[in-house]
């Protein structure tokens, strides 16, 4: 069993900076592919990071510059930098893995977090 839990949303103001966190624990052999998503009220859920397993990373414009996703194969666990937040930017925001899980053959399984709400005001 894994599981995926997000952390370090909350209120910011417009300018303002909030690094969030992505925790993966159970039996994982490693993780992948990872990707935050957001979604706002009343809008689908669109992709702002994504890093490989070898840890190369992509943005859409609308965050490139201003967001930075990094892991940490030791701690299971990856991060959202953002910077210069908007309230645009106002979400809840998922963690989106691909991790290997132990056992007798290990398999590759995609998990979801719960989501963390980032609120930014003007």
């Known amino acids: 069993q894994v599981q995926l839990v997000e952390s370090g949303g909350g209120l910011v103001q417009s300018g303002g900076s909030l690094r969030l966190s992505c925790a993966a624990s159970g039996n994982i052999v490693s993780i992948h592919d990872v990707g935050w998503y957001r979604q706002a009220p009343g809008k689908q859920r669109e992709l702002v990071a994504a890093i490989t397993g070898d840890h190369n990373t992509n943005y859409p414009d609308s965050v490139k510059g201003r967001f930075t996703i990094s892991k940490d194969n030791a701690k299971n666990t990856v991060y959202l930098q953002m910077n210069s937040l908007k309230p645009e930017d106002t979400a809840v925001y998922f963690c989106?893995?691909?991790?290997?899980?132990?056992?007798?053959?290990?398999?590759?399984?995609?998990?979801w977090g719960q989501g963390t709400q980032v609120t930014v005001s003007s």
């Open positions: 989106n893995a691909h991790i290997l899980v132990a056992g007798q053959l290990p398999l590759m399984y995609s998990y």
